[in-house]
């Protein structure tokens, strides 16, 4: 018995240490880079003038929604370079900019380099193609086809982290819990149910942050 249990133990460690250790990184991660030359992974800063929605990518798992991502085109406010795709909060845009302008002229734009999946990358050579076509770019201009700057990194580094402990936690509470009778068949039934309402939250919150932030 014990030579089934122990693995089992031991990936489900493997789970929550990668969870905290990738939150950690993401939260410890900072910089003031140039986005032109940032790369993957760099933290990067601009000012931007204006911001508007370029496209939302909604998020599932076995047709089960977990979220919506929110993607803008932004301007810098030199003015010399191409407009940027970041990935924001929608509250964050409303808060400061009107009509897609800044409202203090210029806005603050700060966030980690990070790899657009396929979907976002389709959608963003439809959207390069439209504004050439309607002269609102011109060639050169186009929004980078395989990155974006992510405003949100940390915010799901936290939630990484929050994940990973609550794993464990809940994995040692049922291991203990299921050797010593409480959890389980001929268990106490509150404490059952206690348990599977607590599992059902942090798969949820698991699922979203996971399908949000990538694996």
């Not at 977990?66 to 795709?85: C, E, Q, R």
């Not at 060639?139 to 990484?160: P, Q, T």
């Not at 050797?179 to 149910?193: E, I």
């Given at each position: 018995?014990n030579g089934?249990?122990?693995p ?23 910089g003031s ?32 929604p ?9 301007i810098?406010?030199?003015n ?13 845009i ?14 603050k734009?700060k ?18 193609s ?12 186009e929004?980078?086809k395989?990155?974006?700057i ?15 402990i ?9 291991f203990?819990?299921?050797?010593s ?8 039934k ?23 932030s990538?694996?």
């Amino acid at each position: 018995m014990n030579g089934k249990v122990v693995p089992g133990v031991i990936v489900m460690a493997a789970i929550s240490l990668f969870l905290i250790i990738s939150g950690a990184v993401s939260l410890l991660k900072n910089g003031s880079a140039s986005p032109e030359s940032a790369g993957k992974g760099d933290v990067c800063e601009f000012s931007s003038v204006y911001a508007v929605e370029a496209l939302e990518i909604k998020h599932s798992v076995n047709l089960i929604p977990t979220g919506k991502d929110h993607y803008y085109l932004m301007i810098a406010s030199d003015n010399s370079v191409a407009p940027f795709l970041v990935r924001a909060k929608p509250s964050f845009i409303e808060k400061n900019f009107v009509g897609g302008i800044a409202m203090l002229g210029s806005q603050k734009i700060k966030g980690k380099v990070t790899r657009l999946n396929y979907k976002a990358a389709s959608e963003v050579s439809s959207i390069n193609s439209k504004l050439l076509a309607e002269s609102l770019i011109s060639s050169g201009e186009e929004l980078d086809k395989y990155y974006y700057i992510d405003m949100r990194y940390k915010e799901f580094g936290g939630l990484r982290i929050l994940c990973g402990i609550g794993f464990a936690a809940l994995v040692a509470v049922g291991f203990i819990g299921g050797r010593s009778g409480t959890l389980g068949k001929g268990g106490n039934k509150l404490l059952g149910g206690v348990f599977l309402i607590l599992t059902l939250g942090l798969l949820v919150l698991m699922l979203y942050t996971l399908s949000m932030s990538g694996i």
